[in-house]
């Protein structure tokens, strides 16, 4: 995050960017893995989560 | 931010009894007595096992047990340090020229973490923890729960 902010591609404090983007990427996920309520996401799931939650990062964050 | 190949927490350690032989230096047998306690953590949680079914099952004596590790405390803080040790930024990472190489690098990312962290093994240590979190005052001081935690890593941050 801090390479992304130097490179003037988002502007933010870096560990609330993470932060951010990881709420965007886990939701609820995790609490349902912790609870056994819920599988593990197959590789093709985790990789269309973690596509959605980049998209929807960016557009959170638009250029500086 | 380098971490696109960061997360290696998938690998269970497990200890074959035919293999168990061959391990015979200290630190094997650490190793051993971490896997066991681990596991044994794992299928009875961890106020239920006792030092003797986790020596039991690492096949040493309690005294090995007790010289090479120390408590269960201490196994129960070095068998989650083990793993969050896993939890280690790489040094590769493409330059972020852009932001259509930002989205790459993030979803890349995405998918590295949650693929390791989703893992069964994993998903054992948050539980762990959680379930010890209550003795919270006699953990103080090793902190325990820095290195597990499943939302920001630390190395995303940096």
């Known amino acids: 995050m801090s390479e992304s902010r130097a490179a003037g591609l988002i502007d933010g404090r870096p560990a609330d960017l993470a932060a951010q983007f990881f709420g965007l990427l886990w939701r609820d996920l995790m609490i349902g893995l912790l609870l056994g309520v819920v599988e593990r996401p197959t590789a093709r799931a985790i990789e269309t989560r973690a596509r959605n939650a980049a998209e929807a990062f960016l557009r959170l964050h638009p250029m500086p | ?158």
Request: aromatic share 6%; net charge positive.
């Open chain 2, 1 to 158: 931010m380098r971490c696109v190949k960061a997360y290696r927490l998938s690998g269970t350690i497990r200890y074959p009894r035919s293999r168990a032989k061959e391990n015979t230096g200290s630190a094997a047998v650490r190793e051993r007595i971490l896997g066991a306690a681990f596991e044994a953590f794992q299928e009875r949680g961890y106020a239920a096992t006792s030092t003797l079914e986790i020596a039991t099952r690492a096949r040493v004596s309690k005294r090995e047990l007790y010289a090479l590790v120390g408590n269960k405390q201490k196994m129960l803080i070095a068998a989650i340090g083990e793993r969050a040790k896993r939890l280690q930024a790489p040094a590769d990472m493409p330059m972020l020229r852009d932001r259509a190489t930002l989205a790459q690098v993030l979803t890349a990312f995405g998918t590295q973490v949650m693929r390791e962290v989703s893992d069964p093994t994993v998903v054992a240590v948050f539980r762990l923890a959680i379930a010890e979190a209550i003795q919270a005052p006699r953990w103080r001081g090793h902190s325990i729960l820095s290195g597990v935690k499943p939302a920001v890593p630390r190395c995303a941050t940096s």
